[in-house]
């Protein structure tokens, strides 16, 4: 019992801990989502330095496996992703606009390809699909019609509501689990107080 008590008890510090991290994540998307210059340039710094850390240790990896047939390949790879991780942390600005103008592009192709696809198809899903195709073909016009403006807070915005929408799966994941955690816990006392109590009955029968 006072391991099963101290298994929760550790459940329960994680779960916690979950809650605390989805806290911090949805306050900084709420940040984010005020100062989307800031969360833009901050996105484009992360996304340099992991390029920069992932070439290193795919640098690593290459001359670790030296004298294999993928040496050469890796070793491409890596120089490729320690460059563009250069190039990103020393050019955010720069950066920023070629993604957003990339991410314009994603959605006009993707929204005239649902337009096209449910006029043709007409499937169950007909009108949800023409929803969706308008939405990704209006959001790509407007990014592209205020580019290069639009990429001081496109991306940031993006980043921003990954964050908090993060936080608040993270949140409900620790408060959900503390909950089961407290739920069981209360079940099992007295269930194991009940299978205890007889035994102690029949120590005292035996004894009498």
């Not at 640098?59 to 496996?65: D, E, F, G, R």
């Amino acid at each position: 019992m006072a391991d099963s008590a101290k298994e929760g008890r550790k459940l329960s510090r994680s779960f916690s801990g979950l809650a605390l991290l989805g806290a911090v994540l949805v306050v900084a998307g709420l940040v984010g989502l005020v100062y989307t210059g800031v969360a833009t340039l901050t996105s484009m710094i992360l996304f340099g330095w992991l390029l920069l850390v992932g070439g290193l240790v795919g640098l690593l990896h290459a001359i670790q496996s030296r004298g294999t047939n993928y040496f050469w390949l890796g070793v491409v790879v890596a120089a490729l992703n320690i460059a563009a991780g250069v190039v990103v942390i020393r050019h955010p600005h720069g950066t920023a606009e070629a993604l957003t103008m990339f991410a314009a592009l994603l959605f006009l192709t993707g929204g005239v390809f649902r337009l096209v696809g449910s006029v043709v198809v007409r499937g169950p899903q007909f009108g949800w699909t023409l929803l969706q195709g308008a939405f990704g073909l209006l959001l790509g016009l407007l990014v592209l019609f205020d580019w290069p403006h639009s990429s001081l807070y496109v991306l940031g915005c993006f980043f921003s509501l990954a964050l908090l929408f993060d936080g608040l799966g993270l949140i409900a994941i620790g408060v959900g689990g503390r909950r089961i955690v407290s739920m069981v816990s209360d079940q099992l006392g007295p269930d194991q107080a009940g299978q205890e109590q007889p035994s102690v009955d029949e120590q005292k029968r035996s004894d009498d």
